[in-house]
């Protein structure tokens, strides 16, 4: 069995973020390849690293945001008490002449890989060397040959979010390290990709609503390509592409609550009884996804008797078994979701 797992910016915030990552890993021992991004928000109004990066690339003339960047790291390699040579990789970093915007971009994960490597001992192995663009696209079979390669039973770290084209590094999108763990998954025929944030999975409602929240517990690829108007740091949307074809599952957990629930996404789901994944309403309208949703006994009769019980004008416009539909002008948000879910999942 194998599993690769993929770290967010948000589970890597700090040395104690990091300390808690090198503990999931090390409580399973077929946790063997990790995935990083950059270190992410620590509060409010902080910034991510990437963005830092990005900034200083675009104004190298800003003190203040290296002075940023470096005191993220130097914070977190302090914390952590570890040997690091820092000070040389600032000058490949901050040397920035000639060098390419993906280049500076990507050194966030890079470093990040690098500490990570060194905590749990385990062997850096730079996305460069794996992740070849063919185009836009990252070239699969080379993927699968290098990774036969690879020996990665003492334990690999991967940086996310970038890998090379011709002689350059290239970004992904943003959020792209899911995309790394999902490729990486594919190479090296991992029967489990995790990919660790700081939500116990996907919610069936926008959580930025500040509604009591439930999380699907399963869902295929297709059903989550289908999901309509939810949170979307959580997984990238074409994150599960590379392994669509597989029977690797993922895992979307939460980094701060290992034994709280997640969501697991795979190829194939059967389910039998009409069943919601998810409620959004946003640009007047309301959308419901999910399975069975037109069935007799379905979804589609309940939500318009809520509609018509609260006098709601509305319009159907569309009734599919994975998705329903309607146009409901000038409510809130908040409003037309919550009567929704309270009424349909919540049973409130
Ligand atoms: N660090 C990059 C970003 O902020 C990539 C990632 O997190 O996946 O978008």
Not at 60 to 85: E, M, P, S, T, Y
Not at 234 to 248: D, E, F, G
Not at 272 to 282: D, R
Request: a positive charge.
């Amino acid at each position: 069995m194998l599993k690769v797992c993929k770290f967010g910016g948000t589970s890597l915030k700090d040395a104690n973020s990091f300390l808690i990552v090198k503990n999931i890993v090390k409580g399973d021992m077929f946790r063997k390849i990790v995935v990083v991004s950059a270190p992410g928000k620590r509060f409010k109004g902080d910034y991510k690293v990437t963005d830092l990066l990005l900034s200083y690339y675009n104004d190298q003339q800003n003190l203040r945001v290296k002075r940023q960047i470096k005191q993220r790291f130097i914070d977190i390699v302090n914390g952590l008490n570890i040997d690091i040579d820092l000070k040389k990789e600032f000058e490949k970093i901050f040397d920035v002449k000639g060098k390419s915007k993906d280049y500076v971009v990507s050194r966030g994960e890079y470093l990040t890989a690098k500490i990570m490597a060194k905590i749990l001992n385990f062997k850096f192995i730079d996305a460069e060397n794996i992740l070849h663009f063919k185009g836009d696209k990252i070239n699969v079979k080379k993927g699968i040959n290098l990774a036969k390669k690879i020996d990665y039973n003492c334990g690999i770290v991967v940086p996310g979010f970038y890998g090379k084209k011709g002689k350059n590094i290239k970004l992904f999108c943003r959020g792209g390290s899911d995309l790394t763990g999902s490729y990486l998954s594919r190479f090296f025929k991992a029967e489990i990709y995790e990919n660790f944030t700081d939500i116990c999975g996907i919610s069936m409602i926008n959580p930025n609503l500040k509604l009591p929240l439930k999380f699907i517990k399963n869902l295929s690829f297709n059903d989550f390509k289908n999901l309509k108007g939810l949170n979307p740091s959580v997984l990238q949307k074409s994150a599960y592409k590379p392994i669509k074809r597989t029977n690797c599952s993922i895992f979307i957990k939460n980094t701060f609550n290992i034994n709280g629930n997640f969501t697991r996404i795979k190829r194939k789901l059967k389910i039998k009884k009409p069943t919601i994944f998810s409620i959004s309403y946003n640009n007047n309208l309301l959308i419901v996804t999910g399975r069975k949703l037109t069935k007799k006994d379905g979804l589609l009769k309940k939500v318009k008797a809520i509609l018509k019980d609260k006098n709601i004008k509305f319009k159907v416009v569309k009734k599919r078994a994975n998705v329903l539909m309607f146009l409901v002008k000038n409510y809130s948000e908040l409003y037309m979701v919550k009567l929704m879910y309270f009424k349909l999942v919540l049973n409130r």
